[in-house]
């Protein structure tokens, strides 16, 4: 059972929830009364998964829940409670809802919108979904057939060039059937709770456009992101590229 909304303004304007703990979803609350004047209500949501007496609305993973429920607008989450993974996994468990989404730093004076890009310690939180989009997909397979035929037809001069010949066959073949792709994520070496589209295994990593061959995992994590959310044919095209001579890897 949810609390009733906090009722503000009139029924036109935006309908807010504020994710994170009480002491700081209250300061993030006056901070948005004080830029926002067009707040029809106003939820709040636990950083955690049980609910902390009468303040809340409901529980971290009653999100979805709760935005649909109450018909919310602008979803704002407050990183000083809550990992960048979470946030981004639960903006990525909202697709389809048609919300906005705002990160509320710990002790700043402003709010950060889900198109932002800051400095290394911070989100990459935007269209993540980029890289499933069909048209995305159906270039993508394209360019994937098209450099394996390239590779299979010209593989008699350049066949010298790849140390693991078999492989190297494996894997345009691969490619061919659909198992592989020539470019995927960089490949991930930790547990991590952040769930990104799904797209096939890659034969090079999205961690070649960056020059980074042995990424730490905060760094794997950034890499991947940029990739799902900035993916096009040229990114794809440009890593193949500069890269044709590890196709065997």
């Known amino acids: 059972m949810f609390l009733p909304q906090w009722r503000i303004g009139g029924a036109n304007n935006k309908r807010f929830v504020i994710v994170g703990d009480q002491q700081e979803a209250e300061r993030v609350h006056q901070l948005l009364l004080q830029t926002n004047q067009q707040i029809s209500s106003v939820e709040f949501i636990s950083a955690g998964n049980e609910r902390e007496g ?99 037809v010209l593989s008699p001069f350049l066949i010298w060039v790849f140390n693991n010949k078999r492989n190297f066959y494996s894997n345009m073949f691969g490619v061919l059937i659909g198992k592989l792709s020539m470019v995927g994520y960089a490949p ?10 799904k797209i096939k295994r890659g034969i090079l990593s999205a961690a070649l456009q960056f020059n980074s061959s042995n990424p730490d995992d905060d760094a794997v994590a950034r890499i991947n992101l940029i990739y799902a959310k900035n993916h096009s044919l040229m990114m794809d095209m440009k ?11």
């Open 54 to 152: 009468s303040f809340f609305s409901g529980t971290f993973n009653q999100l979805d829940q709760v935005v649909e429920i109450h018909k919310i607008d602008e979803v704002i989450f407050c990183a000083k409670n809550i990992s960048s993974s979470d946030i981004i996994s639960s903006m990525l468990n909202l697709e389809g809802q048609n919300v906005d989404f705002k990160i509320a730093q710990p002790e700043t004076s402003f709010l950060i919108g889900s198109n932002s890009i800051e400095t290394k310690g911070d989100l990459y939180v935007m269209d993540l979904n980029r890289i499933n989009k069909p048209s995305n997909q159906r270039n993508k397979r394209l360019l994937d057939l098209a450099t394996a035929i390239k590779m299979i």
């Open 239 to 249: 890593i193949i590229w500069k890269n044709w001579k590890k196709l065997d890897s």
């Open 188 to 197: 991930v070496k930790h547990i991590s709770t952040l769930k990104l589209p």
